[in-house]
């Protein structure tokens, strides 16, 4: 077995949890467990004995939560280290964390900096302190100024920062500042993402109780609009869905994802996917920490993907991209043509101009883009 992979490292812990947060994540109030660490690092060493895993290489590290940077510089650093050695890696691998504005700390960074990070994302979300508020976030603006600048000065020259539109009560001209405040700061990439109200968060219930008034569908691709047009003059190009970046910056993990690429998971709820076999982790830390001290394999199910469903999947997350899914390697790889399985829903999307084919591409149309995943969902 060769070829390369993704290694990703889970942190489920933050300070407290988002109103809008769906995620598999628990609130720690300060620091997280040392015990976590520990059971993410056996891991990791239970992984680097394996024979097949040693015969390819890593093309990317991105440690993600929850948030990552609540750990303190020289734990951080321990993991960072422990991933980038204990495999094979390839050359000019990039390692990403996340983290929120109020938990980094100029010698965290120098520590992971010295470990091998080598981009950092940032969880501002808005640049408004009344949105802040109510999407029960515990930093302000003037934070995420101030934790873009330390970045930079820990040396850092590829941050993504994360942004959030369609909030209950954000105006247009809401919107706008937040865009031009964050395309200020010249990061090197952008991830945008229309508030999505998932059920069993803060949020959703309250919508169930009316007490959140959701902005209007207009309303909300007025502000994606928005966005193409303003961060395209600001040298931001939309790669995918979602994320946008300077030339040569795209997210080299993320990257690997939508192309349906080999992935190691590592840590509590995190998923694997390996030559056609998806493993996910348990949920539960806890469990998590104990399966790993015992010297068992912390998995909650598995399961081979059968020759349609990986097809789906690589048509699915290839569409997230703006330049699209290779029929060339769809073919190649499943013997499949879209139009020869999806039928009428397929074609009745390219007759509605939403999905442009040509011999070698597929993908969404510019004006398919605000409506893109109820577009994907008629694919599944």
């Known amino acids: ?69 609540l750990y303190d510089g020289k734990s951080l650093a321990r993991l960072i280290s422990a991933g980038r050695d204990s495999f094979n890696c390839q050359p000019g691998l990039e390692i990403s964390m996340e983290s929120n504005p109020n938990s980094l700390s100029p010698a965290q960074l120098d520590l992971c900096r010295e470990a091998g990070l080598n981009r950092l994302s940032i969880g501002v979300q808005s640049f408004n302190d009344r949105l802040l508020k109510v999407l029960g976030r515990s930093h302000s603006r003037n934070e995420a100024r101030q934790a873009f600048g330390m970045a930079r000065a820990a040396g850092f020259d590829n941050i993504n920062l994360d942004l959030m539109y369609g909030l209950p ?23 945008i993402y229309e508030l999505s109200v998932e059920p069993d968060t803060p949020f959703a219930e309250l919508r169930e109780n009316r007490r959140l008034t959701l902005l209007a569908e207009e309303e909300v691709i007025e502000q994606e609009n928005l966005t193409y047009s303003l961060l395209e ?69 598995g399961e081979a993907l059968s020759r349609e469903a990986a097809f789906r999947e690589s048509v699915i997350m290839g569409l997230r991209m703006l330049r699209g899914v290779s029929l060339i390697d769809l073919r190649l790889h499943y013997d499949l043509h879209p139009l020869d399985y999806y039928g009428p829903a397929l074609r009745s999307l390219v007759e509605r101009g939403l999905i442009v084919m040509d011999d070698t591409y597929m993908r969404l149309s510019l004006r398919a883009l605000p409506v893109a995943n109820q577009i994907l969902a008629e694919l599944v």
């Open 1 to 69: 077995m060769s070829g390369l992979y993704g290694l990703y490292i889970h942190i489920p812990f933050c300070r407290r949890k988002c109103l809008y947060c769906s995620f598999v994540s628990q609130a720690c109030g300060g620091r997280p467990p040392a015990a976590y660490l520990e059971a993410l690092l056996s891991h990791i060493r239970q992984y680097s004995r394996l024979e097949w895993l040693r015969e390819r290489e890593i093309s990317s590290i991105f440690i993600g939560g929850g948030t990552p940077s």
């Open 169 to 191: 009560g954000q105006s247009l001209t809401d919107w706008r500042q937040t865009l031009e405040q964050a395309a200020a700061l010249a990061p090197e990439h952008l991830s």
């Open 233 to 301: 003059r600001q040298g931001l190009e939309r790669y995918e869905i979602s994320n946008f970046a300077r030339p040569g910056r795209q997210c080299r993990h993320n990257l690997n994802y939508w192309r349906n690429g080999s992935y190691l998971g590592i840590g509590a709820a995190a998923v694997s996917c390996l030559s056609g076999l998806r493993l996910r982790n348990v949920d539960k830390a806890e469990t998590y920490i104990k399966m790993v001290r015992r010297g068992l394999a912390p998995l909650a199910e």
